[in-house]
């Protein structure tokens, strides 16, 4: 058997040791603020409707002093997008109101909508990582944020807040009914109060939610919709090459921690890797931080329904 010199077994630790602080420095310093707009695709709309493009933003987790972020959100209104969907997640700190208005800048002149999220809600506080893996562990909740004074801000600008309530808006000749429930995460959502088929003269049918829980997900389906759009998963954060995202941090698999997905027989699913990270762990890993503009066109019609798996209940038809 080979003997191992204790120089070698030195060189290989110090070696790991090297490979692991370089990667740490890259998520932290790097690839955080590597900030990249992504483009999609997606057949949700009515038969014979114009195409519509719907700008996603979510999980900005913003601090006052991040100017390159902010910045670069300001640049987003040059898309001239259709829409604004904010999936919740604004704020990191007391001061952060500001900062988030002042880097959505034109984009809140345009049509928006609206959910927030925990961390709207209440301040990122230092959490153990492995904490991530267990989906049931106790939520610790830090200071209380100024979600009121960013409400009153976007309100003010003309975004429609949908927690817990349906709308109906028309944007670029598209009609759209919309609803939304408060933040999964924190246990808030309450669909009953949006429960409901939505208005069956809407050439499109949205509903926002922050976290993509399958049993929100499901009442979106069931009652109709087309799409829902959902963010908080932050693509898993740490993504390994060849293996994918780790966690997503809610009840959805991995496969649909971002990007769009098909959720039942004829509702798609859009979850935004987001923009930021907590300041507890400011780090991405093989997932750059995003935003989203995705293209909606007509979607084709449908099959008749003895084909289309009618009968079958939603997770039924997810699983299969």
């Known amino acids: 058997m080979p003997v191992i010199s204790t120089s070698a077994v030195r060189r290989t630790v110090l070696g790991a040791a090297g490979v692991a602080v370089a990667g740490v420095g ?15 695709t997606m057949p949700v709309l009515q038969p014979g409707s114009s195409s519509l493009r719907v700008l996603h933003i979510s999980d900005l987790h913003m601090m006052p002093g991040q100017k390159l972020k902010q910045q670069w959100l300001r640049e987003l209104d040059r898309l ?5 969907v904010d999936t919740g997640d604004n704020l990191s700190h007391m001061r952060s109101v500001p900062a988030v208005v002042q880097a959505l800048g034109g984009l809140l002149s345009r049509p928006g909508l609206f959910v927030f999220g925990s961390n709207d809600y209440f301040a990122p506080v230092p959490k153990n990582p492995a904490k991530y893996f267990n989906k049931d562990h106790r939520r610790v909740y830090g200071a209380p944020l100024p979600w009121k004074d960013l ?7 003309g975004w429609l807040d949908l927690t817990h309530v349906r709308r109906d808006l028309e944007v670029s000749g598209i009609r759209i009914a919309t609803a939304g429930v408060d933040d999964p995460h924190l246990q808030r959502d309450r669909y ?14 949205i509903g926002l ?44 698999d991995k496969s649909r921690v971002k ?5 039942g027989d ?51 038809a997810v699983a299969r």
């Open 80 to 84: 001239e997008p259709d829409l604004v």
């Open 266 to 316: 004829h509702t798609q699913l859009h979850v935004s890797a987001g923009l930021g990270t907590s300041p507890w762990a400011p780090y991405r890993f093989c997932c750059r931080p995003e935003a989203t503009l995705l293209t909606l066109v007509a979607a084709p019609p449908r099959r008749p329904e003895a084909d289309s798996g009618h009968g079958l209940s939603t997770s039924e």
């Open 151 to 157: 409400r009153a801000a976007f309100t003010e600008r």
């Open 26 to 40: 890259y998520a932290s310093l790097i690839e955080r603020n590597a900030f990249i707009l992504r483009e999609a």
């Open 209 to 252: 939610t922050h976290s993509p829980e399958p049993r929100v997900l499901d009442r979106f389906a069931e009652d109709g919709y087309d799409l829902v759009m959902a963010g908080h998963t932050h693509g898993g954060q740490l993504v390994l090459p060849g293996y994918g995202a780790l966690v997503t941090n809610c009840g959805i």
């Open 259 to 263: 990007g769009p997905s098909q959720w």
């Open 192 to 205: 009953d109060t949006v429960a409901g088929a939505p208005n069956p003269a809407a050439d499109l049918r």
